[in-house]
T-cell receptor, first 110, second 115 residues
Framework: QKEVEQNSGPLSVPEGAIASLNCTYSDRGSQSFFWYRQYSGKSPELIMFIYSNGDKEDGRFTAQLNKASQYVSLLIRDSQPSDSATYLC??????????WGAGTKLIIKP | EAQVTQNPRYLITVTGKKLTVTCSQN?????MSWYRQDPGLGLRQIYYSMNVEVTDKGDVPEGYKVSRKEKRNFPLILESPSPNQTSLYFC??????????????FGPGTRLTVT
């Protein structure tokens, strides 16, 4: 079992709909959680981070953390074609190591 | 402009020919790291550095060397490249490494092909 798991996708979502991306992690002592976006052939860029249980909103993006169930989600409202990218989940575990998921490819269909 | 730069961006080389990929950041960050990214495997850390003269192995250090003689520079050295080191390489930096300082800034990437 990988320490951080994401569905590789592709996840296809119509333009204007809500895209929901999920990430599960195995280390219950994990403390910090990140979502990065990576366009094809480009470097990852940080979208959001979340440290506490619950929701954190930033514009069209909402990160949700549930430590009891060991998952973190990213919701993208009003999805745009420019949101089409691979979304990487990264988790700082109890050993202060940053562990990356393999990413979910998101396709927004016009 | 705050940024992480890498050179070269693209490199095709032959097995056994030593090469260096440079990485430089202008944000006065303490923490720097090298990753390789391969399809289906995500980002895997090669080496990292908490500060000048302090480096440590990541998950896949075999076949790589690094040095951190200055705060801004963190070159990646492949002494004898092999085809299994064909990959997309990213350098990243972070202000430090601790709570509230895990956010990393990535360079543009170096696509390396070893034939």
């Amino acid at each position: 079992q990988k320490e951080v798991e994401q569905n590789s996708g592709p996840l296809s979502v119509p333009e204007g709909a809500i895209a929901s991306l999920n990430c599960t992690y195995s280390d219950r002592g994990s403390q910090s959680f990140f979502w990065y976006r990576q366009y094809s052939g480009k470097s990852p860029e940080l979208i959001m981070f979340i440290y506490s249980n619950g929701d954190k909103e930033d514009g069209r993006f909402t990160a949700q953390l549930n430590k009891a169930s060991q998952y973190v989600s990213l919701l993208i409202r009003d999805s745009q074609p420019s949101d089409s990218a691979t979304y990487l989940c990264a988790v700082v575990n109890s050993n202060y190591q940053l562990i990356w998921g393999a990413g979910t490819k998101l396709i927004i269909k016009p | 402009e705050a940024q992480v730069t890498q050179n070269p961006r693209y490199l095709i080389t032959v097995t056994g020919k030593k090469l260096t990929v440079t990485c430089s950041q202008n944000m006065n960050h303490e923490y720097m790291s090298w990753y390789r990214q391969d399809p289906g495997l995500g980002l895997r850390q090669i080496y990292y550095s908490m500060n000048v003269e302090v480096t440590d192995k990541g998950d896949v250090p075999e076949g790589y060397k690094v040095s951190r003689k200055e705060k801004r520079n963190f070159p990646l050295i492949l002494e004898s490249p092999s085809p299994n080191q064909t990959s997309l390489y990213f350098c990243a930096s972070s202000q430090s490494w601790g709570p509230s300082s895990y956010e990393q800034y990535f360079g543009p990437g170096t696509r390396l092909t070893v034939t």
